[in-house]
Each structure stands twice: as C-alpha cells, then as structure tokens.
C-alpha cells in the first residue's frame, strides 16, 4: 500500500501491516483531494446532520478480537440527503501517539455517494460509490440503520482484506453506532481482519 507520499512502506510484520482499518484508502486516492471537484457550489441538500463520536479498533488474532488503541480515532460526519441519494464526508483523526502511520497519514477524509430505491419488502435497497471502493447494501424501514458490503478497491498481495461491511444502528434517539468490518472473502469463507466500533452523537439543524 502506497504512503500518503508515495513510498511503498515496509512492512514491520505481517499483522502489522496495513493495520488499522477501512480508512486508509484515504491516504492512498489518487490525486489531491478525496472529494469530488467541481467548479459550483453544490446543490442545496432537502436535509442534513452531522454526526460526531469515536471509535475504537480491534485486529482480529488468533480466533479473537484483540484491542488496538493505537488506532483508535475520532470522527465526524458530515451527511446530505437528496431526493434520491445521500452523500457523505467523513473526517478521521487518530491521535493517540503511539500510532505509526502504516494505515495512512493521522487525518483522512473520506467520500460517500449512496443511491437510494425503494426495496419490495420495505426499507430502501442501496447502491454506494466511495473512496473506499463500490458496493450495495439496504436501509431498514424508517431509516432506523443500514448493512452495506463493499468491495475494497485497492488489491494486491500485501493488501490483507478485500472487502468491507458497514453496519449503522441508532439504538436510541441522537445517538448513532457503526461498526466497520474489514474482512477477505476466500474459498466460500470470510478472513476477518481488523474492525472498528464506533459510537457518536446526531445533530440536526433546529426544526429537523
């Protein structure tokens, strides 16, 4: 996986490596920015939020899921829903010290297109683009929380996952988690690898 500067690192040890999360691939898009460029404004959203939190990270060794808080980071997102899609930027910031930047630079940005249609058995069927890769998913009834799989877009040998799942659940009113599963798919199994559990706050614009 290529630095934020273009280097290739060398890797330390194998479950090292790369370790830490679905992020990275922030520090390693092509080109200056992780967002879409456009020469306007964008169009004015019919609704948004911003949610707000932290998440804590875990490498998956030896059958189970050992803590890892080096690459714990804290997050903001911010979310805009239109008639038939919804885009989301999110900011990442590890700052514990001891983190030592194999999965990427300390602050990331991240792009989400996610379109929306109506699924026969209620809830919505989803369609995502992203820096992270592209993928489908389906949003509960009520937008109570959404499962997505994406297929990771960078690939290599040293890559060790080839797949993501998110899962968002809002278990209680302005409170929102996810959880981030990076995983590969091999010979009709999932590898897990590493995942991150995050917990935050909603905020909406008063009235909403």
């Given at each position: 996986?290529?630095?934020?500067?273009?280097?290739?690192?060398?890797?330390?040890?194998?479950?090292?490596?790369?370790?830490?999360?679905?992020?990275?691939?922030?520090?390693?898009?092509?080109?200056?920015?992780?967002?879409?460029?456009?020469?306007?404004?964008?169009?004015?959203?019919?609704?948004?939020?911003?949610?707000?939190?932290?998440?804590?990270?875990?490498?998956?060794?030896?059958?189970?899921?050992?803590?890892?808080?080096?690459?714990?980071?804290?997050?903001?997102?911010?979310?805009?829903?239109?008639?038939?899609?919804?885009?989301?930027?999110?900011?990442?910031?590890?700052?514990?010290?001891?983190?030592?930047?194999?999965?990427?630079?300390?602050?990331?940005?991240?792009?989400?297109?996610?379109?929306?249609?109506?699924?026969?058995?209620?809830?919505?069927?989803?369609?995502?683009?992203?820096t992270l890769g592209s993928g489908t998913g389906h949003e509960k009834p009520g937008g109570e929380g959404f499962l997505l799989e994406i297929a990771y877009a960078r690939s290599g040998w040293f890559v060790p996952f080839d797949s993501i799942r998110i899962r968002q659940e809002r278990?209680?009113?302005?409170?929102?988690?996810?959880?981030?599963?990076?995983?590969?798919?091999?010979?009709?199994?999932?590898?897990?690898?590493?995942?991150?559990?995050?917990?935050?706050?909603?905020?909406?614009?008063?009235?909403?």
């Amino acid at each position: 996986m290529l630095r934020n500067d273009g280097r290739v690192p060398r890797p330390r040890n194998e479950t090292r490596f790369l370790a830490a999360f679905v992020l990275a691939a922030a520090g390693c898009s092509a080109g200056p920015s992780a967002l879409p460029l456009t020469a306007s404004p964008p169009p004015a959203p019919l609704s948004s939020s911003v949610f707000a939190g932290n998440a804590r990270a875990y490498r998956f060794e030896k059958g189970a899921w050992v803590a890892d808080p080096a690459y714990d980071y804290d997050f903001i997102v911010l979310e805009s829903r239109y008639s038939d899609h919804r885009e989301a930027v999110k900011e990442i910031h590890r700052r514990n010290p001891l983190y030592d930047g194999w999965a990427g630079p300390r602050d990331q940005t991240l792009f989400f297109t996610i379109r929306e249609t109506p699924a026969a058995g209620g809830g919505r069927d989803l369609a995502v683009t992203s820096t992270l890769g592209s993928g489908t998913g389906h949003e509960k009834p009520g937008g109570e929380g959404f499962l997505l799989e994406i297929a990771y877009a960078r690939s290599g040998w040293f890559v060790p996952f080839d797949s993501i799942r998110i899962r968002q659940e809002r278990p209680a009113s302005g409170r929102i988690q996810e959880t981030v599963e990076l995983y590969s798919k091999k010979d009709g199994h999932e590898v897990p690898y590493l995942k991150m559990e995050e917990e935050g706050l909603v905020y909406l614009p008063r009235g909403s």
